[in-house]
């Protein structure tokens, strides 16, 4: 058995939640692999939205096995939020969600420390999510981050104190302003919360579960553009949002990844600092803006919008190893009548290319755009892939063309019913 990966390909906000609760049933497990509260994946059915930050998105399904994987940083006191919100939809999660014990801890001065570096940064700023992810993943990789396992330790306090005082030292360089005292009540309060759940060594689990032929989903946050290593650095996250980072956030064998579903809007979209190629600082990014409801599902900021990057999308399902695509936010466009897709880069020295430079930050990057034909009809209503509008046939027709990978999937609204299967079917690892 292997395990089946779902990522985003642009810079998030893909629609990776709605996805990951429609093909939940399908599948045993659902297991987050990155990331932490700076990702939102929004769930809508019943008429009711959902808005998840660190619990897996297979979570609404009675019997999937939801995993927190040690690749994720883990923030206490949203987890707590998060969960208790869950409890007015009768979800009852005690039972069938598992917590590595390798997950780092987002303490209180990890947001705080965030807030300051920040704020250092003046106009050079990041965007930061002010969640606490980056300070969080540098103690990690500075070896001296605690783990959620760390909870359950006789020594935790002493480990914490520790690490505190580090903290404060830094904050005192930077003449941050701060109130730790009611942080920290939050924090030690939704510790014990946190005891109350299944904290094991979730690298057996998911392996067990590979053994014993149960079908898994890795589920990714935040975006491919996003990568630490081959995102528009520095303006990215502080993980491997990629395929990569299932094998390192999971503990799962290269060889055992099967499937790799790519999530992508029909235009393109971007939330804080950073490039953006293809942007529109007009009333058509506008349009997107106000009818795609392009508004962050974690921190509320409004997202730049703009028309599709193939020469990015391209980049993105070669690192990942994309096998079939979804397509999602297709209604957006429902009004237009004429539709760009930027299909290559002019480069400062009147280069045609459809590579995705080494620092987009820096290259002067002129998109070159192919015009295709809008369907302008409401789409929101249709079931059948075959019944969707010629127009919109050939746009997904032309994408396949170009991105050399099958798009079984297209999404026509928000709601868990909106979404059409072509054929009918998808692929998954047997």
Request: proline share 4%; with cysteine; net charge neutral.
């Amino acid at each position: 058995m292997k395990s089946d990966v779902i990522l985003g390909l642009q810079w998030g906000d893909e629609g990776k939640g709605k996805i990951v609760d429609y093909l939940a049933e399908k599948y045993d497990v659902v297991a987050r692999f990155q990331g932490g509260p700076n990702a939102g994946h929004t769930l809508e059915f019943d008429h009711i939205k959902h808005v998840l930050h660190q619990v897996p998105s297979g979570i609404f399904r009675s019997s999937t096995k939801n995993i927190v994987g040690n690749g994720v940083v883990l923030d206490p006191v949203i987890f707590k939020k998060e969960i208790e919100a869950l409890k007015e939809f009768k979800i009852e999660p005690f039972y069938n969600l598992f917590i590595s014990k390798r997950a780092q801890l987002i303490l209180p001065t990890h947001r705080l420390l965030d807030a300051a570096y920040e704020k250092s940064k003046g106009d050079e700023k990041i965007g930061s999510t002010l969640r606490g992810i980056g300070p969080t993943y540098q103690d990690k990789t500075a070896r001296v981050g605690l783990r959620v396992g760390d909870i359950i330790s006789d020594n935790f306090k002493k480990k914490y104190e520790k690490l505190k005082t580090k903290h404060i030292s830094i904050l005192d360089l930077h003449d941050f302003e701060y109130d730790l005292i009611k942080l920290e009540a939050e924090f030690f309060e939704a510790l014990d919360y946190l005891k109350k759940f299944k904290l094991v060594d979730t690298d057996y689990l998911i392996n067990q579960s590979l053994a014993a032929h149960e079908t898994i989903l890795a589920e990714g946050a935040q975006g491919s553009l996003l990568d630490i290593d081959f995102g528009s650095y520095p303006f990215v996250t502080s993980s491997n949002t990629t395929c990569a980072g299932v094998c390192s956030g999971l503990g799962i064998a290269p060889s055992k990844i099967g499937q790799v579903y790519g999530i992508f809007k029909a235009y393109c979209t971007r939330v804080g600092e950073g490039p953006f190629p293809t942007e529109l600082n007009n009333e058509v990014g506008e349009k997107l803006r106000r009818d795609g409801h392009e508004f962050g599902a974690t921190t509320g900021r409004p997202r730049r919008c703009g028309w599709i990057d193939l020469p990015a999308l391209k980049y993105a399902i070669m690192i990942n190893g994309v096998t079939q695509l979804s397509m999602m936010k297709v209604d957006v466009l429902d009004k237009f009548e004429e539709i760009q897709v930027c299909t290559h880069y002019r480069l400062k020295n009147g280069t045609l290319s459809d590579l995705l430079p080494f620092d987009l930050c820096t290259e002067h990057i002129n998109p070159v755009y192919k015009t295709l034909k809008g369907w302008n009809t409401d789409i929101t209503e249709i079931t059948e892939y075959n019944a969707l509008p010629e127009a919109l046939i050939e746009y997904v027709k032309f994408l396949e063309g170009e991105l050399k990978v099958p798009i079984n999937i297209v999404s026509v609204g928000p709601n868990r019913k909106q979404t059409i299967f072509k054929n009918n079917h998808f692929h998954k690892s047997v």
